[in-house]
């Protein structure tokens, strides 16, 4: 069986398109070629758009679907490219895992409706993978959440499966912190002490990087300079904590439906006279802070906590993640293995790999559903 698999990820902070082309022959999957296709400025805001009810959004979100196949297709190309000149034909691909790009996440249990009946529960990921398989050639592994939660689960996280794979250690409890647009954390026990866990712990990047743009014209604070450069405002902060998520227990999962601009201007009301670096230093405690309470009530043992996605870069936020941790070692993920961008794409290159099988892909542990299931549809080549 050939075990060459691609994997697409873009996540929450609408930065553009990641790709890996990965080998799962051996022991641990090794990266074979990497590509990423940033999204335009108008893109990017077309998708940030789609989050909230808008104009003619089916139509629009239609178009935006196939022009993310479009990107994808591009990214794949150039994967492809490298993996030939390595020896790797594409005919030696099996599949691509394409996640697509989230704009609707409402998960069973909603904290914004607590009353929510089952079959109210969905996930909508932009994608055309039809589209896709056409324009590569390859089969097309998505829509990966939405079996998931018809099982009961909450559709995400769905890395902690393959993190346990690539940085479980058999002796120690280990923690796995993804810094995209949202933070979620894996809790990955050693061998026979207990069930992985996993869950969204709140925001990550979304709101510091849309906050950075507004005022600097920046896509992101890089580094974290610019909060650095800001103090911490407590009661802004703690008006930020407030909010009815933080208290649930897991299995738990979060998106821009909650952590939105919209939601960030009305716990700003009562702040408009301070500095916007101080409130992008508020920001980033924000992020850093439902993450360490995570570590701390999921995972006392624990020693090493690995860092991956974007927020890896940004030293300020890992500075007052180490701050909060300090029992714990604050790794990169560079340094066990796989570049904090490459992660979550070969994330759902394994996702995809496990659905060409009929391997369950969940952890019912992590994400609440009934049971272990099969993720994601097909589409021939």
């Known amino acids: 069986m050939l ?17 890996v082309l990965v080998d799962f022959s051996g022991g641990k999957p090794q990266v074979m070629a990497t590509a990423t296709e940033s999204f335009s400025d108008d893109f990017r805001a077309e998708l940030l758009a789609l989050n909230s009810p808008g104009h003619n959004e089916l139509h629009r979100a239609a178009l935006a679907a196939n022009r993310l196949a479009t990107v994808y297709a591009r990214v794949v190309k150039a994967l492809l490219a ?26 069973p249990h909603s904290p914004s409706d607590a009353s929510q009946p089952a079959h109210a529960a969905y996930t909508l990921q932009l994608n055309n993978p ?8 390859l089969p097309v592994v998505a829509d990966f959440r939405s079996r998931d939660m018809a099982a009961g689960g909450q559709g995400a996280p769905l890395a902690p499966a ?24 894996s809790v990955l026990p050693a061998a026979g002490k207990g069930s992985v866990l996993g869950f969204d712990c709140g925001t990550g990047n979304a709101l510091m990087d849309a906050w950075c743009q507004r005022h600097t014209g920046q896509p992101f604070d890089a580094g974290g300079a610019w909060a650095a450069s800001g103090k911490l405002i407590p009661a802004l902060l703690a008006s930020l904590l407030d909010e ?24 700003l009301a009562a702040f408009s006279r301070e500095r916007p670096e101080d409130v992008q230093n508020t920001l980033t405690e924000f992020a850093a802070s439902p993450c360490v309470t ?33 029992q714990l070692r604050v790794e990169s993920s560079q340094l066990h293995g796989l570049p904090p961008l490459q992660v979550e794409a070969a994330a759902f290159a394994w996702l995809a790999r496990q659905a060409m099988l009929g391997l369950p892909g969940n952890l019912p542990s992590v994400t609440g559903a009934a049971g272990p299931r099969v993720l994601g549809a097909i589409y021939p080549a």
């Open 3 to 19: 075990n060459h698999y691609i994997g697409l990820m873009s996540g929450t902070s609408l930065d553009g398109a990641d790709g």
């Open 82 to 107: 490298e993996g030939a000149a390595q020896g790797v034909p594409a005919s030696q691909v099996q599949a691509v895992g394409a996640h697509g790009q989230t704009v609707r996440h409402q998960p």
């Open 130 to 137: 039809s589209l896709l398989a056409e324009l590569t050639g």
């Open 162 to 185: 393959f993190h346990q794979g690539v940085f479980g250690q058999e002796h120690a409890t280990v923690c796995v912190l993804n810094l995209g647009g949202i933070s979620n954390l």
């Open 244 to 267: 009815a998520y933080f208290a649930l227990p897991p299995p738990k999962s979060t998106g821009r439906d909650l952590f939105s601009m919209d939601w960030l201007g009305h716990k």
């Open 294 to 326: 995570g570590v701390n009530s999921y995972a006392k043992d624990s020693k090493l906590l690995i860092v991956c996605g974007g927020g890896a870069f940004n030293q300020h936020l890992i500075q007052r993640l180490q701050a909060g941790l300090p």
